[in-house]
Structures are given as C-alpha cells and as structure tokens.
C-alpha cells in the first residue's frame, strides 16, 4: 500500500555503506543504503532477477549488490549496473531493474518518498532542534499502525513514558489541526504529587501530541505550566508486517528546567538518564480500557489528500 507521502522510515544513523538495512514502512519492503557519494538510498527489498531480498546483499561502489547471484543496483535509479560472469561483448540488459524510491534526510531521519512519480510536496515540518545529548532507538510495536496513531492521541501513557511524569486523563482544549497534525494537549503531573491527579486544577505540566494527518511522524512535548518545553521527542512510525508498526524516535531534553521541580528529576538529569522511554512492549489490556475520543477527529482527517509543507532541509 502506498499513499504518497514522505515516510520517516529509519534513523539516519542506522544507515550506512557496508550493509543494507531491511524496514518496512506503509506496506513496503525496502533496503536502505548509502552510496559512494554518501547519500541514502532506498531500493525495493526484492531483486528483480530471483527475487531474493536485496538486503541479504552488501554495498558496493556501484550500489547495493544482491546476495545471491551478485548482480548490482544502482540506488539513485534502480537499474541493474553489473552482472558477474558478462562475456566480453555482452552487456547488462536495460529490462533487469529495482524500484527506486525517492530519499532525503532531516532531523536525523531518512525519509522515503512511497508513491508513484516524482515526490509531491515536501517534508512536514517538525521545528526540532536538539540540543545537548539525543536518545534514539528503534523497535516494531505490536500494534496496528492505525491503532498506534489513534493511542497516541487517545492514551499516550500507554506508548511512552516521561520519567518522573504522570500523565493525566485530562485535556487542555480540544483537538486542533496545525501544520498538517491533529494536536492535543493533555495535564501533567510530577509523579511525586500525592494529590490524585483527577483534583488537580492547575496541572504543572502538559503533555503536547501531535498526530500527522498523512505519513507518519509523530510529535510529542512535555511542556511546563508556562509551555516551554522541557522535553522534545520525534516518533517516525509506519505500518510493518502483520499488523504490527516500524517505530524509529529520537529526542532530547531542553535545557530549560523549571523552578519547583522533584529532586529526582534534577539526579536523573545529572546522571544523563533517559527522560524518556518509548513503550515496544505494549499492555494490551491497557489499550483495550481506553476511551476512543481525539482519535474519532483522526481517523476522519487521514484522509488521501496532500497538505502543505515545508522546504526540505
Ligand atoms: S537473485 Fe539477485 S542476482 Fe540473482
């Protein structure tokens, strides 16, 4: 399946010119690489010739070389550029070629191009902007990409935690459309309060989502009362194989830290720990409690039309 969008659909660092690496992303099974000059490159992950996976290959100065009888892909275009065992006046035949898809890199991410034709628009845009040290990692949640889109707006507890945070059931307005997402902000609390969080009126802190309308980048913030973030984070996420869901994130801590703060949030930031863990084992009970609420605006919203967007970087 593809919808004609950019897809973030491997961190750019996960990306490299000595093996392939095999993701899936909206149905599609790609081999990603880099070629000599240094930039990703995506190719369908089937050779055309006996359609092995072109990721059990390697990368070589032409491109990515298939694993199995050695014939060669250029990245940019897909076509074949060596075969092995030519006889002097034979050449490669133009016929024998991989799909290719478009690629271009921002924020840390490769970004595919999965549709027909030239890229349409550009990369959404994210404003992120890291500073100080990054948390990246990848995983594939056990979710439908569908239903981890609707849950990061319906119960984004149950996919992510902020250290020393407790998210709330409350909402800070309702769902709003910017820039190409469905944004909803949600009430906070330091997990030290022993007030439940249902009595609590003025929330110290506020959890932003924002949901894209197409593709699948996801946004989320933890704000202070005053909104100025204190953590940044980037989820790129697409649909894998048997309703399961590619994660890819990276994020980091601003440095802003607000005055009335716990102690153990101000040891963990000195111990360099993770403000933030992305959820891959996820409670399925946990899912199955949640009201379907913001996620009613979303799924009428992702529909298969283009947004505007943003020079790419
Ligand atoms: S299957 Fe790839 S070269 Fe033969």
Redesign the pocket.
């Known amino acids: 399946m593809t919808t004609g969008n950019w897809w973030a659909s491997a961190l750019s660092e996960a990306v490299n010119n000595k093996k392939p690496l095999a993701v899936a992303c909206d149905g599609e099974e790609l081999a990603l690489f880099r070629d000599a000059s240094g930039r990703a490159r995506a190719l369908e992950d089937r ?6 996976p ?1 990721s059990l ?1 390697c990368v070589v100065q032409g491109g990515l070389q ?6 060669t892909f250029d990245g940019e275009s897909g076509a074949c550029s060596d ?1 092995p065992n030519l006889h002097g006046n034979e050449r490669v035949p133009p016929r024998h070629s991989a799909r290719a898809y478009p690629t271009r890199e921002a924020d840390g991410f490769v970004h595919v191009w999965l549709g027909e034709g030239e890229p349409q628009g550009t990369l959404p845009s994210t404003g992120y902007q890291p500073v100080g040290r990054e948390y990246s990692g990848s995983a594939i949640a056990s979710v439908p990409h569908d239903e981890y889109l609707a849950v990061m707006l319906d119960g984004p507890d149950c996919l992510l935690e902020f250290a020393h945070v407790r998210m709330t059931d409350f909402f800070l307005g309702d769902p709003r459309e910017e820039e190409g997402c469905l944004v909803l902000d949600r009430g906070a609390v330091w997990s030290t309060q022993v007030l439940p969080s249902q009595f609590v009126i003025d929330y110290p802190l506020m959890v932003r989502t924002a949901v894209p309308l197409r593709g699948g980048m996801i946004r989320v913030q933890l704000l202070d009362q005053e909104e100025i973030p204190l953590i940044s984070l980037l989820i790129g996420t697409g649909g894998n194989r048997r309703g399961t869901t590619s994660l890819c994130w990276r994020g980091f801590r601003h440095a802003h830290q607000p005055a009335k703060v716990p102690l153990r949030w101000r040891a963990a930031r000195r111990a360099g720990c993770p403000p933030f863990t992305v959820k891959t084992d996820i409670e399925g009970a946990a899912l199955a409690r949640l009201l379907v609420a913001p996620s009613r605006d979303l799924r009428q919203l992702r529909r298969p039309s283009l947004i505007p967007v943003r020079e790419a970087v």
Request: net charge positive; glycine share 20%; proline share 7%.
């Open positions: 050779c055309p010739h006996r359609r092995v072109l290959g298939c694993g199995y009888h050695g014939w075969i």
